[in-house]
């Protein structure tokens, strides 16, 4: 099931999945949603967790994003580009500052626990999602978490979760 980000109830705590930070750090027709949302959080009327690996996620899109921006680089090659020349990445900053903003907003970092890989090999297997789509479902699951704010549609197909999208 799918719902309207904007239209979340007061006192819910929901997931937060990488593309709702990514669209708040970049320009996008959805980044007025994600920030709304996460304001909400900061200033207590909604809960807020995320994980450790969606965080990774998060800063690893906004260093590329960064690096196309800065460098001019095609995005079909940055990583390789990037991995080619690392002196680049020590100029790239930008990424960092974003990422630790997700403190401020409110937002508890859960970890990740070889536990948490365990279930999320069999919620690949059985549901087909992709391994970092299935460790925020497995570290949802073992916070008893049913609401997730996330843009990937294929999250609403896993029984038990309410998937809340940003709209325009």
């Known amino acids: 099931m799918t719902n309207d980000l904007a239209t979340v109830p007061s006192g819910q705590h929901l997931f937060i999945d990488a593309n709702i930070c990514i669209y708040h750090f970049t320009q996008s027709p959805l980044t007025a949603a994600c920030t709304a949302l996460l ?88 549901h087909g999602l992709l391994t970092n789509d299935a460790l925020l479902v497995a570290v949802m699951q073992s916070l008893a978490l049913t609401d997730l704010a996330s843009n990937d549609s294929d999250l609403a197909t896993v029984p038990g979760l309410t998937l809340w999208q940003p709209r325009p």
């Open 39 to 126: 304001q909400r959080v900061e200033m207590g009327n909604l809960v807020g967790s995320t994980s450790v690996v969606t965080l990774a996620e998060v800063s690893h899109r906004l260093m590329l994003l960064e690096a196309i921006h800065v460098f001019g680089l095609v995005p079909r090659t940055a990583v390789r580009y990037l991995k080619e020349h690392p002196d680049l990445v020590t100029q790239l900053s930008q990424y960092r500052v974003a990422t630790e903003a997700v403190a401020t907003f409110n937002v508890t970092v859960e970890p990740v626990t070889p536990e948490h890989f365990r279930a999320a090999q069999q919620l690949c297997a059985r």
